[in-house]
């Protein structure tokens, strides 16, 4: 069997990812898309139901990570009034083939369902229905229901995005990102503020700490998360603080088996075989639903803590081929400041600085 990566070279996590299977004697190929050029060509080849990415063959037997995969890219001497017709063409045959992934022996994760479990309406929904306990939310670009929401309200409110937003100015060399913050009613004074975008309004979880729970398979691994700044105080969101200097103390934890009885449910309905799943805690030991990444980060917490051994737990995962993984056994050839002192680390470092 082999696994196939659906990521740019680039990609941190799919060089790590890459390095680690050739420890683990696992044939990887990582694929960017497809493109006009022999060595990125796509071939569907049926009923044998067999696929090719240039030479590159994709059997039943084989596992695909679909991490990020990189739009197609059409013929530059394409008549311009036949460029729409193959934009829309190459798109078409791209996503055929990540849909017929769904059917190789591993799939992480089934196109379909991750496209659909990335909408935070539909995640939420599902989260109530897998029995979580989820803060009380309001989404709305209506003014007199999102002011009236947050005055229902006996904690503080915080907005949300519905999906992360870079905004960049080359001219004044900035950029800013979407994130998580406390909201009041007098934010939303002018009605503009909301019709101009819907709004994800949600009760403000005082909580103990955040926890990070990664789902591969069965398996479940859970940190806990105190993040402080200089003024020793917990932030709204704790992922900024990644890139800020704030102090980050990650710890594995214990999940409680209702909430790994709601993650197995949660994971059974969605059709996925991995996620990241966000909660805060609160003083009373209740675990509140937050987000679900199908695509989540992870070896961030290999460098926060380095008995976590994620890295090689993902390696594991698609070498199985099994989407009830549950079991793992470290292999110490597979670590994250192991791939950090490698040829294929320095050479994803390079491509990244361009």
């Not at 059997?59 to 695909?64: I, K, L, T, Y």
């Not at 004044?172 to 709004?199: A, G």
């Not at 402080?228 to 704790?238: F, R």
């Not at 709601?262 to 990241?276: E, G, R, V």
Request: aromatic share 12%.
């Amino acid at each position: 069997m082999k696994v196939h990566i659906f990521s740019d070279f680039d990609d941190y996590h799919a060089v790590a990812v890459h390095w680690g299977l050739k420890k683990l004697g696992v044939q990887s190929n990582i694929i960017p898309g497809i493109s006009y050029k022999i060595d990125s060509s796509i071939s569907f080849l049926f009923p044998e139901k067999k696929y090719k990415i240039g030479t590159k063959l994709i059997e039943p037997c084989d596992s695909a990570w679909i991490r990020r995969p990189v739009p197609p890219i059409t013929h530059p001497d394409t008549d311009p009034l036949d460029k729409k017709f193959s934009n829309h063409e190459y798109k078409d045959a791209f996503i055929g083939l990540l849909h017929r992934l769904e059917s190789l022996k591993l799939c992480v994760n089934s196109y379909s369902e991750e496209e659909k479990f990335e909408n935070k309406p539909f995640q939420l929904g599902m989260a109530v229905d897998s029995k979580f306990l989820v803060p009380k939310t309001l989404m709305t670009n209506h003014p007199d229901n999102a002011r009236k929401f947050i005055r229902s309200l006996t904690s503080e409110c915080v907005y949300k995005a519905f999906k992360p937003h870079v905004w960049e100015s080359k001219e004044e060399n900035t950029h800013s990102k979407t994130r998580t913050f406390k909201i009041t009613e007098k934010d939303l004074l002018d009605d503009f503020v909301v019709q101009s975008t819907p709004l994800i309004l949600q009760e403000y979880i005082d909580k103990a700490f955040d926890t990070r729970v990664v789902v591969m398979g069965k398996l479940i691994t859970a940190v806990k998360i105190i993040s402080k700044n200089q003024k020793d105080e917990a932030p709204t969101d704790w992922r900024p603080a990644l890139h800020i200097n704030f102090k980050m103390d990650v710890k594995e934890i214990e999940v409680p088996e209702n909430i790994k009885e709601s993650i197995h449910t949660f994971m059974k309905h969605s059709d996925l075989s991995f996620t990241c799943l966000d909660f805060s805690v609160d003083k009373f030991s209740n675990w509140w639903f937050l987000e679900s990444n199908a695509n989540g980060q992870f070896l961030w917490i290999d460098y926060e803590n380095k008995g976590m051994n994620l890295l090689s737990k993902f390696c594991s995962f698609l070498a199985s081929g099994d989407k009830g993984f549950e079991s793992f056994k470290f292999d110490n050839s597979i670590t994250l400041d192991k791939f950090k002192k490698s040829e294929e680390f320095n050479l994803a470092i390079k491509k990244m600085k361009g």
